[in-house]
């Protein structure tokens, strides 16, 4: 164990990742920028002339304005009043007071930027700052912080979503927050169950969740939150509770997807999110931040400027180069894809050449619903626009009008018409995974071994095993629902597994929910195995959706469609193809970066199954939705190489099946 596994586990365990002071300082800014400033600064009661320096120092979507009211004929900077820098809700001058909370203060770092920010900017306005905490340890560090700046700030140790009741309502102009990050997992069901209660959430939560559902009763009206958590929230079905609080309670002005920026010494992607609580629903101004593989520097070395600028360009940043891009926030109350329930028959385009292939039995199978990620408790797919109604994402003039053409050619979306799995999760992949089986004593019989496909199996296209890793696979295969063999009939895997007995019996939570101890806590479908299935890893930084035919299972590193849930017979296999064509092509990668947007470090994107599910399909039974069938088959069953000019005509027959002009991706 090294020396900070410890400190890592703590951190991981109660939700502490400390603000860096650069990104408090940046929060810090785009707050004032919305605060809801006293209508006088300065005991004199002289207006207060924001100086040139202030102006420059507040970097933002309205400086381009501001810039433009000096150039103006006979206006000098005494008669410019930067209102536009505070914020709709400023009103100058005179004495007045703007009171601030940290719910989760830490070792302090947003009160303290937050306060050092004002000074600079509103040198007039009494700050009066309130930070709470759970932890002694981490409030002791903030209040010797605070002494020796000479900041005067209200600690309370405690558990502030307890104490937050006894709190008045409208009691802070504004809100500045990093909510501790601590998923159901290490929450427990008991205490997830009481704060969704407690705070009226819904679904899967972690502890962000009631931090922000407790804002906007204690702000004033006209109010600004100032968020700081994981960018999670912008697309996962747990990051529902999230957004729709900002959109109901609050209104978003400002967000930042920080993305794989690394600002956090933790494995953490962060965003920004500045809410007002108004009834008024502006404009969200929205910009993102992700490591691109270019030379090409734009617009200097300061990424906090970047984000802040006006206008999508690259920026040099630690090292490394990032594409800042600068769009405006879509909330998702327009469906991007129609699915089912607007689904179109075949060839009812209008603009749509290709004829109807004739002579060919169409046998789709809608699906309706199927299983999530947690594999055995029932979820309903993505079949329409509504399930994914929430998911947030960035619009663009060109990329908006790019989706209206895909839209208006897809014919189903991949949750429609499959049902996208996860792969087996064994909970104890030491006790029933392993590459070594044959040296194993005692050894499991061999029906019991099955051949397992991991990330590592799996390229575009093709299944290659590198490994030959095997699964202890104690169920009846021939079952469809999940039937744990007898080990009685099995006696060398009776012996292994009672072996192993401390570490299997060990899953409380496996035995509580009736399972045997010795079974897989995940096992997904038995009798599947066996049919032909559409493989992908769960993380990859491009899509690798492959056919697999072995009947081997998938590790809950990837996901699967069974062609089972396809259709029948040959209508089945060419869905397939088609799937998988349109998942590796570049609109289908371009597809995902609009629409999902979800990527970890280093370009490395998420394909689980509330993204895949929205991957959208052209009509199957045209031409050219042939040709693209036709291509992936010569991939995959003739050992065609995928080299680039396949790729390409790959990604041309793709766009017209779709009946879309192509767009250069790879």
């Given at each position: 164990m090294t020396p900070g596994e410890p400190a890592a586990r703590d951190r991981k365990r109660h939700g502490r990742h400390y603000t860096p002071p650069a990104l408090a300082r940046f929060l810090a800014q785009r707050l004032l920028e919305h605060a809801p400033l006293p209508a006088d600064v300065g005991a004199s009661g002289a207006a207060h002339a924001v100086t040139p320096d202030v102006r420059a120092a507040v970097s933002g979507p309205g400086q381009q304005a501001r810039r433009d009211a000096l150039s103006r004929p006979g206006t000098s900077d005494a008669g410019v009043r930067d209102t536009t820098a505070l914020g709709a809700g400023f009103r100058a001058p005179g004495a007045g007071v703007l009171r601030v909370l940290d719910p989760a203060c830490g070792d302090g770092e947003l009160l303290l930027a937050l306060n050092q920010v004002a000074g600079e900017l509103v040198p007039g306005v009494r700050v009066e700052l309130v930070g709470y905490d759970l932890d002694a340890a981490g409030v002791a560090v903030a209040r010797e912080r605070a002494a020796a700046a000479g900041v005067a700030i209200e600690w309370h140790i405690g558990d502030f979503l307890t104490e937050s009741a006894g709190i008045a309502a409208g009691s802070f102009d504004a809100i500045i927050t990093n909510p501790p990050y601590v998923r159901t997992q290490q929450l427990g069901g008991p205490t997830a169950q009481l704060l969704s209660k407690q705070f009226g959430l819904q679904g899967r939560i972690d502890l962000t969740h009631p931090f922000v559902a407790v804002a906007p009763r204690l702000l004033r009206s006209g109010g600004v939150l100032g968020l700081l958590c994981a960018n999670r929230?912008?697309?996962?079905?747990?990051?529902?509770?999230?957004?729709?609080?900002?959109?109901?309670?609050?209104?978003?002005?400002?967000?930042?997807?920080?993305?794989?920026?690394?600002?956090?010494?933790?494995?953490?992607?962060?965003?920004?999110?500045?809410?007002?609580?108004?009834?008024?629903?502006?404009?969200?101004?929205?910009?993102?931040?992700?490591?691109?593989?270019?030379?090409?520097?734009?617009g200097g070395t300061d990424l906090f400027e970047a984000l802040a600028a006006e206008h999508s360009h690259c920026v040099e940043h630690g090292g490394r180069t990032f594409a800042v891009e600068v769009g405006t926030l879509a909330t998702g109350d327009q469906a991007v894809i129609r699915g089912p329930s607007g689904d179109r028959t075949p060839g009812d385009r209008a603009n749509r050449s290709d004829p109807v292939v004739s002579g060919q039995v169409v046998a789709w199978r809608v699906a309706t619903s199927g299983r999530g990620d947690d594999g055995d408790a029932p979820e309903t797919v993505a079949c329409d626009a509504d399930a994914h109604s929430g998911a947030w994402r960035m619009s663009r003039p060109e990329?908006?009008?790019?989706?209206?053409?895909?839209?208006?050619?897809?014919?189903?979306?991949?949750?429609?018409?499959?049902?996208?799995?996860?792969?087996?999760?064994?909970?104890?992949?030491?006790?029933?995974?392993?590459?070594?089986?044959?040296?194993?004593?005692?050894?499991?019989?061999?029906?019991?071994?099955?051949?397992?496909?991991?990330?590592?199996?799996?390229?575009?296209?093709?299944?290659?095993?590198?490994?030959?890793?095997?699964?202890?696979?104690?169920?009846?295969?021939?079952?469809?629902?999940?039937?744990?063999?007898?080990?009685?009939?099995?006696?060398?895997?009776?012996?292994?597994?009672?072996?192993?007995?401390?570490?299997?019996?060990?899953?409380?939570?496996?035995?509580?929910?009736?399972?045997?101890?010795f079974?897989?806590?995940?096992?997904?479908?038995?009798?599947?195995?066996?049919?032909?299935?559409?493989?992908?890893?769960?993380?990859?930084?491009?899509?690798?959706?492959?056919?697999?035919?072995?009947?081997?299972?998938?590790?809950?590193?990837?996901y699967w469609i069974s062609l089972a849930d396809l259709g029948v017979d040959r209508a089945a296999e060419r869905l397939a193809y088609l799937l998988i064509g349109v998942a590796n092509s570049a609109l289908g990668l371009r597809f995902y970066d609009a629409v999902c947007g979800n990527r970890l470090y280093s370009g490395r994107r998420r394909w689980i199954t509330q993204y895949v599910s929205r991957l959208p399909l052209p009509d199957p039974t045209t031409m050219r939705a042939g040709g693209v069938v036709e291509l992936v088959r010569e991939f995959i069953d003739d050992g065609r190489e995928p080299d680039a000019n396949a790729l390409r005509l790959l990604d041309e027959w793709v766009a017209a099946a779709f009946g879309i002009r192509m767009f250069e991706m790879r």
């Open positions: 929230f912008l697309t996962t079905k747990a990051g529902a509770n999230i957004r729709s609080l900002l959109r109901t309670e609050l209104a978003p002005v400002e967000l930042y997807d920080l993305g794989d920026t690394k600002l956090f010494e933790a494995a953490v992607l962060p965003a920004v999110t500045i809410a007002t609580r108004t009834a008024a629903r502006a404009v969200c101004r929205y910009v993102s931040a992700y490591e691109v593989d270019t030379a090409e520097i734009v990329v908006d009008r790019w989706l209206a053409e895909v839209e208006a050619g897809t014919w189903r979306t991949f949750g429609a018409v499959g049902r996208i799995r996860v792969g087996i999760k064994t909970t104890a992949d030491r006790v029933f995974i392993s590459d070594q089986w044959a040296q194993v004593r005692p050894r499991p019989e061999g029906e019991l071994l099955f051949d397992l496909i991991t990330h590592q199996d799996v390229d575009p296209w093709r299944i290659s095993r590198e490994r030959d890793v095997q699964v202890l696979y104690p169920y009846d295969t021939a079952q469809p629902a999940r039937m744990p063999v007898d080990l009685r009939e099995f006696p060398g895997a009776a012996a292994y597994l009672e072996s192993h007995r401390e570490t299997l019996a060990g899953r409380k939570y496996l035995t509580d929910s009736g399972r045997q101890w079974e897989i806590w995940v096992p997904q479908r038995p009798h599947l195995w066996r049919v032909p299935k559409v493989v992908f890893p769960d993380i990859s930084e491009r899509p690798r959706f492959a056919l697999d035919r072995s009947g081997a299972v998938v590790n809950g590193d990837c």
